[in-house]
């Protein structure tokens, strides 16, 4: 439980004087006036309003009046014309503005005016097939209430595995009229309608967690770690069997796909690279993953290489959280295996490690250096910046690998409208100038199997 | 590509004067009018961003700013000192991705509004200016630090399709990363 706030003073001023009050919080609506002065002036008196001093600010509240309550010891006060949070401003010091916040309401209702008139309409078919389908699943759920729970769960599983494939498809379709009615949108209009849906569709959003957490981004930003674990793990996961499938069906999208298939692919090319190295002394194969998130593919790597001791590996991203998961996915491979790997964790965001100028230094180089679900996040000057300096920490023959999402992601409409998850897309000319400047024996690009995910392979000369 | 760079002294005036020079420059790319104002709000908040958050020791770190259009997009980068405290970097990291996490600048732009309406008593950044960035400017901000200590910071806004920028600029005497003009 919070502690209770602090008292702040305050002065009270109507047609009977000033008083000096010491203020109490009461609840988030009104707050104890104590008198410490004098004696507090009678049951219900008006007063023309109320300045606070929180810290060196003085804040004027409106009318009010106080009442007498027999349990409390001292007076409440009740204002009359205006709402104030004094929850905020006893234990935040903040004070927050209704009014304002009002005003922003019209603001918010004015965007519906800019919404296309087929926009609304796919908007309200989506919602109510929903609401259909939603009502469809809590009804079979609900007949199976008072079953004992091993019953309930296999009910439920039963549901899943039958429903699935129509839910789907319902979704699919939905997926296909989405294009279809925003194919002429430009970048705008796209946000504008963005936001129109969510609103609509919040309610079956904020049930399936993986929809859920895409849009509320409790970390502060999309693709945490978190959210690629419930890609890789691609299972059920909700309340009910209606917010299951909501869940899963992101999760079955090309662009997770194309998550768990850079998964597989990444060992492949770094086994690739090491073949290139060998024969190294243990630890002497060293390679860096750079925003890291839960290195699952790090983790299979350790788990099934027959020498992991040969590998120096170093895991950078910017949240401390990604890192523990990753740590805690090593951790475990190495208990099963009864070994020891060779791990450094960095916790460093790229668009600040650039200024170290003794970079090489501290993290020394590495023959294989992999960047996957960051640069769909950096604009080309910083894309360009990030991709020089990680080249450099590439021994003289080895290889930097780039993950970005093409700018024809089939699931890029899902991601924006549902998710609210938006990528900086480039096209493969996009993604190779970014190192256009850079000295390489080669370069190369290649597609994942949906398509959805290219990647700028560069070798550095040896 | 046409590429406009300029150094420019951390002085209010300079700054306010720099309004002229980068509508000229923009107009001059064939961008429409709308676009025009858009691109020059940005730069104009990035500079007055610099001036305030900049650290200058002396007169030799000034501001660089560049002002690029390609065929499908447009960018203005603003490069400033930076301070040695690390602190604000992250607030300014968080601050970037946190506005870079709604598909519609709108909806952070009216949470910032909430925000403010909520008046931080310590009277920092309310991070206004930024949002505003990406709402009205329709831009993707990003930033970096490189390694001579400038704070880089840049606004991507997407051209539509068959906008008539791309199209070098009549005067080709600015080549990327040449110092144009030295106001400083
Ligand atoms: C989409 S996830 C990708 C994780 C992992 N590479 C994978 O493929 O599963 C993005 C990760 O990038 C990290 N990240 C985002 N911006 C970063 C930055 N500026 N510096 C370092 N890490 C960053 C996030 O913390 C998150 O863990």
Redesign the interface.
């Not at chain 2, 870079?100 to 909806?107: H, L, M």
């Not at chain 2, 993707?140 to 390694?147: A, E, G, K, Q, R």
């Given at each position: 439980m919070n502690a209770a706030p602090l008292p702040l003073p305050g002065t009270l001023f109507g047609r009977d004087g000033r008083f000096t009050v010491q203020l109490k919080f009461a609840t988030n609506a009104s707050v104890f006036a104590n008198f410490p002065t004098g004696t507090a002036p009678p049951d219900r008196s008006e007063f023309d309003g109320l300045v606070l001093e929180v810290e060196d600010r003085a804040y004027q509240l409106s009318r009010c009046r106080l009442e007498v309550e027999e349990a409390q010891v001292d007076p409440r006060l009740v204002f009359l014309d205006d709402v104030y949070d004094f929850s905020a401003l006893f234990r935040e010091h903040r004070m927050v503005d209704l009014r304002r916040v009002f005003h922003n309401v019209a603001l918010v209702i004015a965007q519906k005016d800019q919404v296309s008139p087929q926009f609304r309409d796919y908007t309200a078919n989506t919602v109510y097939d929903l609401s259909v389908y939603k009502r469809f699943f809590a009804d079979q759920e609900a007949m199976l209430r008072k079953e004992p729970a091993s019953v309930r769960e296999a009910a439920r599983g039963a549901l899943l595995r039958a429903q699935r494939t129509r839910f789907f498809d319902f979704m699919d379709r939905g997926l296909l009229g989405l294009r279809q009615v925003t194919a002429s949108f430009d970048d705008e209009e796209h946000k504008r309608h963005g936001y129109y849906f969510r609103r609509h569709v919040w309610e079956y959003i904020q049930g399936a967690p993986f929809l859920a957490r895409t849009n509320l981004k409790p970390r502060g930003y999309a693709g945490d770690s978190h959210m690629m674990e419930m890609i890789y793990e691609d299972a059920f996961k909700g309340n009910s069997v209606f917010s299951m499938l909501l869940h899963r069906h992101p999760l079955a999208s090309a662009a997770a796909r194309a998550v768990r298939n850079r998964r597989t692919m990444v060992p492949l090319v770094l086994r690739r690279v090491q073949r290139e190295f060998q024969p190294l002394p243990p630890r002497g194969f060293r390679f860096l993953s750079v925003a890291c998130g839960p290195a699952f593919e790090v983790c299979d790597l350790l788990a099934e290489e027959p020498e992991p001791e040969h590998f120096h590996c170093a895991l950078l991203d910017q949240d401390t959280e990604a890192l523990a998961t990753a740590r805690a996915g090593i951790q475990r491979v190495q208990r099963a295996r009864r070994r020891k790997f060779s791990v450094a964790y960095v916790n460093e965001s790229v668009r600040t490690m650039l200024k170290r100028a003794d970079q090489v230094d501290r993290l020394g180089r590495f023959h294989f250096v992999y960047s996957m679900g960051l640069f769909d996040y950096l604009t080309p000057p910083v894309a360009r910046a990030v991709a020089k300096r990680l080249l450099e920490l590439v021994v003289p023959g080895g290889t930097l690998l780039i993950g970005n999402y093409h700018v024809d992601n089939p699931t890029r409409r899902y991601m924006e409208y549902w998710m609210d998850w938006t990528l900086y897309y480039r096209t493969e000319a996009e993604l190779q100038a970014l190192l256009e400047d850079a000295e390489a024996a080669s370069a190369e690009l290649f597609f994942e199997d949906t398509g959805c995910q290219m990647f700028l392979q560069v070798r550095k000369p040896g | 590509m046409s590429e406009l760079t300029l150094r420019v002294t951390p002085d209010w005036d300079v700054v306010r004067g720099f309004w002229p020079v980068s509508t000229g420059f923009f107009a001059g790319q064939g961008l429409q009018e709308e676009t025009v104002y858009a691109l020059s709000m940005i730069a104009q908040e990035l500079l007055e961003n610099a001036v305030k958050y900049g650290h200058y020791p002396d007169d030799a770190h000034g501001i660089a700013v560049s002002l690029r259009v390609l065929k499908s997009?447009a960018?203005v980068?603003v490069k400033s000192p930076?301070g040695p405290d690390?602190a604000p970097?992250?607030r300014l990291?968080?601050t970037i991705?946190?506005i870079?996490?709604?598909?519609?600048?709108?909806?952070a732009y009216?949470e910032r509004?909430?925000a403010v309406?909520?008046?931080?008593?310590?009277g920092g950044a309310s991070g206004l200016g930024l949002v505003r960035i990406a709402y009205e400017g329709?831009a993707?901000?990003?930033?970096?630090?490189?390694?001579q200590?400038e704070l880089?910071v840049?606004a991507?806004h997407?051209l539509?399709d068959g906008s008539p920028a791309g199209i070098p600029a009549a005067k080709a005497d600015h080549q990327p990363g040449e110092l144009a003009v030295n106001r400083a």
């Open positions: - | 997009e960018t980068e930076a690390d970097l992250r990291d968080d991705q946190w870079r996490g709604f598909q519609s600048p709108f909806e009216m509004l909430k309406a909520m008046s931080p008593p310590s329709q993707v901000l990003d930033f970096y630090i490189n390694p200590y880089a840049s991507v997407r539509p």
